[in-house]
């Protein structure tokens, strides 16, 4: 069985080297009638988060609303402050115009439904 989503490792403008980012980690579930997309983006609020899906390219970007004072000092490390983004090429069809997209407590969730000619259909029996 093949993921229906692969990263995409391609940048179509140079990034500006003052602002970096981090890959969020995903899940990504096929069921019958849709897939799902788990975007896991701890500090990022419903305001925060864009998705843009051009052709077959799904973007996903977070804007974390919290950053460090600017005297912080910090004498042990392991937060980042980064915000986040996602490029995934799309190897399958989906149905645009019921793209489904919700945000709770730093997951971002995104319902993207199968064309009505690939669902499973049952076939009655004469």
């Known amino acids: 069985m093949s993921i229906p989503l ?3 490792e391609l940048q179509t403008t140079a990034p500006d080297p003052a602002t970096t980012f981090r890959r969020p980690n995903y899940d990504v579930s096929e069921l019958d009638d849709h897939y799902e997309i788990r975007v896991l983006m701890p500090g990022v609020s419903k305001d925060g988060v864009s998705v843009s899906l051009h052709g077959r390219h799904l973007e996903v970007a977070g804007t974390r609303s919290q950053t460090p004072a600017e005297d912080w000092r910090p004498i042990l490390r392991e ?6 983004k996602l490029n995934l090429e799309l190897n ?3 149905n645009e115009g019921a793209i489904d997209a919700s945000v709770s407590d730093g997951l971002l969730n995104l319902t993207l439904p199968k064309p009505e000619e690939q669902k499973p259909r049952s076939i009655p029996i004469q």
């Open 6 to 8: 692969a990263e995409n």
């Open 79 to 84: 937060l980042d402050w980064n915000d986040y």
């Open 92 to 94: 399958v069809d989906v």
